[in-house]
């Protein structure tokens, strides 16, 4: 187990179009030939911006990150 959070990608419904590896602002996420992995986990901030760009709807965020 993970000691931190990053978004879930489903891959049974990516499409491996690579719009959340471009729009990415840490440059966590890579595209293989497996689909869209997370190539540098622990430098992923969890701004959601993957999860908001993605058009099938294939990455999830579970947590809510929020300021006190």
């Known amino acids: 187990m ?3 959070a990053i978004p879930e990608i489903d ?3 990516c499409n491996r179009c690579g719009k959340c590896v471009e729009a990415c602002p840490s440059h966590v996420l890579e595209l293989d030939d497996s689909g ?4 540098r986990p622990k ?3 969890y701004c959601t911006t993957c999860e908001q760009i993605c ?3 294939a990455v999830t ?5 929020g300021w006190a």
């Open 2 to 4: 993970n000691d931190w």
């Open 11 to 13: 891959r049974q419904i």
């Open 36 to 39: 869209i992995i997370f190539a």
């Open 43 to 45: 430098d992923c901030t």
């Open 55 to 57: 058009p099938e709807n």
């Open 61 to 65: 965020c579970s947590f809510e990150i």
